[in-house]
T-cell receptor, first 113, second 112 residues
């Protein structure tokens, strides 16, 4: 069974731009969660989507948004990028949600200049 | 917000020794705890989990202990191997509001 895939793996943007990251979950998994990982803050939960609906949300500003498609693939969008948005963005998929075993992708490394 | 912290940021052990990685959590209402391993360039990998109604759970070479009295979680790795070198995170999940918090991580280095 293929694992969680994320594209692109690396991305460089400038302040003020917007970015869209993509995540393809493990086949059959309906839950996709997104996380931000930085050296200073560690891993932080962004949001979770289940069956195309946002089910849970962490404490991030509205510039961070996402969506999930009918095939469970998910996208995350960050608008008006700030330098502090530079991070590794990870997505994870699971059958039932964040209280179920989650399988992480390799992440997208975003650098904001 | 809630905090999930680790006692030691780095840990070095000799190959074959046992490793113990600790984690403190602050919310006594947390329901579920997970340990993840993250190798360089990869996403976190599930190791073992434990529910709040349990004190101990064992896997292959790993044991998680939960002490709810002092809100402490530990991961024990038996016969540590070079392949165990990685950053280990604990995570705390609160069913109320379905909030998910990670610790900052402990970097484990296994010395051959």
């Amino acid at each position: 069974k293929a694992g969680v895939t994320q594209t692109p793996r690396y991305l460089i943007k400038t302040r003020g731009q917007q970015v869209t990251l993509s995540c393809s979950p493990i086949s059959g998994h309906r839950s996709v969660s997104w996380y931000q990982q930085t050296p200073g803050q560690g891993l932080q939960f962004l949001f979770e989507y289940f069956s195309e609906t946002q089910r849970n949300k962490g404490n991030f500003p509205g510039r961070f948004s996402g969506r999930q498609f009918s095939n469970s693939r998910s996208e995350m969008n960050v608008s008006t990028l700030e330098l502090g948005d530079s991070a590794l963005y990870l997505c994870a998929s699971s059958l039932l949600g964040i209280t179920d075993t989650q399988y992480f992708g390799p992440g997208t490394r975003l650098t904001v200049l | 917000g809630e905090s999930v912290g680790l006692h030691l940021p780095t840990l070095s052990v000799q190959e074959g020794d046992n490793s113990i990685i600790n984690c403190a959590y602050s919310n006594s209402a947390s329901d579920y705890f997970i340990w993840y391993k993250q190798e360089s360039g990869k996403g976190p990998q599930f190791i073992i989990d434990i529910r709040s109604n349990m004190d101990k759970r064992q896997g292959q070479r790993v044991t998680v202990l939960l002490n709810k009295t002092v809100k402490h979680l530990s991961l024990q790795i038996a016969a540590t191997q070079p392949g165990d070198s990685a950053v280990y995170f604990c995570a705390e999940i609160l069913n109320t509001g379905n909030q998910f918090y990670f610790g900052t991580g402990t970097s484990l280095t296994v010395i051959p």
